[in-house]
């Protein structure tokens, strides 16, 4: 059973940034790839960015490119999302997923896996 366990979430002012990790554990695939989701209160849960297990291969969502970055650290099964540049609009709670499936796409019923969340709130 594949297990994430997602942290960093917090309260940070507009501009401000945070780093967001997700741990994975209980799976034994080489390829793989795991993607970061939010979900606003009153809206559907949209794709924020994925990267792939082998090559880092990465996929963002138009409105992150250029203020978040994902990376990942294979050693500690560990991938992050950096945030940068945070917005109001960025307030939501943050889910990671995993698919035993190395491409890189941002559906979430794409995903088999999924970690509790952690809540980001952008405000002054």
């Known amino acids: 059973q594949v297990q994430l366990v997602e942290s960093g979430g917090g309260l940070v002012q507009p501009g401000g940034s945070l780093r967001l990790s997700c741990a994975a554990s209980?799976?034994?695939?080489?390829?793989?790839?795991i993607g970061w989701f939010r979900q606003a209160p009153g809206k559907e849960r949209e794709g924020v960015s994925c990267?792939?297990?082998?090559?880092?291969?990465?996929y963002y969502a138009d409105s992150m490119k250029g203020r978040f970055t994902i990376y990942r650290d294979n050693a500690k099964n560990t991938v992050y999302l950096q945030m940068n540049s945070l917005k109001p609009e960025d307030t939501a709670v943050y889910y990671c997923?995993?698919?035993?499936?190395?491409?890189?796409?941002?559906?979430?019923?794409?995903?088999?896996?999924w970690g509790q969340g952690t809540q980001v709130t952008v405000s002054s």
């Open positions: 209980g799976f034994t695939l080489d390829y793989y790839a």
């Open positions: 990267i792939s297990s082998s090559d880092g291969s990465t």
């Open positions: 997923a995993w698919r035993g499936r190395e491409s890189t796409v941002l559906a979430s019923d794409e995903y088999d896996y």
